[in-house]
């Protein structure tokens, strides 16, 4: 949360376990083709300081070096070469991991999500079909809601692992947070709200509430003819 400085959630990424021993292996060439590197320069500089200076003092090199210091060149742009061959290779296979990681994730939290919406709007359904509950909520028994509804929510809790259920008036304040009845009367100001007054059906996302934390929300307006009464909100962990 940028503007609270807090931390709302973590996302950890598993991989397999050949994957990591790969990328090990490549971490590990990298120094070794380092150390070969900079052993030809080493060697190259000992060879053309020593070059110099038989030069300078009018020796003329031996057929040796005429031998040595081409395979040493070509030593060193074979070791150059490779080194960056691996490292285009290493950066290629990283990126392509992590595309396919990615969309995995993705794909996964795409049907995760699915089913979960499914599941809420499933107990919206079952939580409107209550007369008894839609009765008290209609007629703003605050007691007598707040009694129906626990049961209620300790089963959807128990059941289905969802931890926010919660009725509205129509300019969304808080009539009652069946999972914290002690706080009521402040306004929720969140766009699964809006989107179900603005379509008149049910709407969800992931959003924080006042305590910030990221809560799948599915919210179903209440009407009486067109005219918006209130809404109903449940949500549960993304």
Not at 13 to 39: G, H, S
Not at 43 to 50: H, N
Request: proline letters at 3%; a neutral charge.
């Amino acid at each position: 949360d940028f503007n609270h400085k807090d931390v709302l959630m973590a996302v950890g990424v598993d991989m397999l376990a050949a994957d990591w021993k790969a990328q090990i292996d490549d971490a590990r060439r990298t120094p070794i083709l380092f150390t070969m590197v900079l052993a030809l320069l080493i060697g190259l500089g000992f060879f053309f300081t020593s070059a110099y200076y038989d030069r300078l003092h009018g020796h003329i090199p031996s057929l040796k070096k005429w031998v040595v210091a081409p395979v040493l060149f070509m030593i060193f742009i074979g070791g150059l070469i490779y080194g960056t061959y691996q490292y285009v290779e290493f950066l290629q296979e990283s990126k392509s991991k992590m595309g396919a990681t990615a969309q995995k994730l993705s794909r996964e939290w795409s049907r995760d999500a699915v089913s979960n919406i499914q599941l809420l709007r499933a107990q919206l359904d079952y939580i409107s079909n209550d007369t008894a509950l839609m009765k008290a909520w209609q007629e703003r028994d605050f007691s007598t809601l707040a009694r129906l509804a626990q049961p209620v929510f300790e089963r959807l809790k128990h059941e289905y692992g969802i931890i926010q259920f919660s009725f509205y008036e129509a300019d969304k304040t808080y009539f009652l947070r069946v999972h914290k009845p002690e706080w009521r009367g402040d306004v929720a100001d969140r766009f699964t709200l809006h989107a179900a007054e603005k379509s008149g059906e049910d709407a969800w996302g992931i959003e924080s509430g006042p305590l910030r934390s990221l809560t799948l929300r599915c919210g179903r307006p209440r009407l009486e003819g067109e005219k918006l009464t209130g809404d109903l909100e449940v949500g549960m962990g993304p």
